[in-house]
């Protein structure tokens, strides 16, 4: 093919194309923004919780139910698992405490705690011949969730150190959790009531951090009522 084979097909106009260019991705922009425009209410009408129950899916598969408990903390959550090892033959019961704390919004949490188990077991004891007693012992949590509308998801890490039974002493598990959530937050909890006992619990919270400054002082031979020197009775 020569030189003047080329010539047959034109070199594209630049000056026409690149405006289509950018009118594409402007068309594209548009339609990303506007996706993001009509999402954005739903993300943030996805509620937070006081009760969710749902399936667990992972080296275990099980049941989840728990529920906030804002007596001990606003973001304080029990919970409850019923599972199935699909590793061995067993299951137990776990009960935790959780510790949830907000990444940006309530809906879209880390979490962490503690709690103690209890199973059965049919495995069988080489040594002996033997089904193994029923494992208890002790679990650890740490994992995060997000809440959209009444829909709870989780992945979490569950460390358990089996005190006594079974035939192994420690199991790390992971797991999915897909929860439904029963009821949004304050559904359960009086919102005015909550506040009011998170109000008196901070102002208990700041009588007892006074009242141990105050203590030190004395211990250290200073004033007790600090810069406050006129205070004659030891009290602010």
Same mark, same amino acid.
């Given at each position: ?78 919970? $409850? %698992? /019923? ?14 405490? +959780?510790?949830?704390? =907000? !990444? ?35 679990? $650890? %949590? /740490? ?14 890490? +569950?460390?358990?150190? =089996? !005190? ?73």
């Amino acid at each position: 093919m020569d030189a003047t084979s080329f010539s047959q097909f034109p070199a594209p106009d630049v000056h026409k194309t690149w405006p289509a260019t950018v009118h594409a991705s402007m068309q594209r922009f548009r339609l990303y923004f506007l996706s993001f425009t009509v999402l954005l209410p739903f993300l943030l009408a996805a509620q937070s919780y006081d009760a969710a129950i749902g399936l667990r899916l992972g080296t275990e598969i099980g049941a989840s139910a728990q529920i906030r408990l804002p007596m001990i903390h606003k973001n304080f959550v029990a919970e $409850g %698992i /019923l599972q199935s090892s699909l590793r061995r033959n067993e299951g137990k019961f776990t009960l935790l405490g +959780k510790q949830h704390q =907000n !990444i940006l919004t309530r809906r879209l949490n880390i979490f962490y705690g503690a709690g103690v188990h209890l199973g059965w077991t049919d495995e069988i004891n080489t040594k002996t011949g033997e089904t193994y007693a029923a494992p208890f012992g002790i679990d $650890g %949590i /740490l994992g995060a969730e997000a809440t959209f509308a009444k829909i709870n998801v989780s992945y979490d890490f +569950k460390p358990a150190i =089996n !005190i006594g039974g079974d035939a192994f002493p420690f199991s790390l598990e992971t797991s999915i959790t897909v929860r439904y959530v029963l009821a949004g937050r304050n559904d359960i909890w009086d919102k005015k009531k909550e506040r009011a006992n998170n109000k008196d619990r901070n102002q208990n919270r700041r009588e007892r951090e006074r009242e141990k400054k105050r203590k030190q002082r004395i211990k250290d031979g200073k004033n007790p009522n600090g810069w406050m020197f006129w205070k004659k009775d030891g009290k602010r």
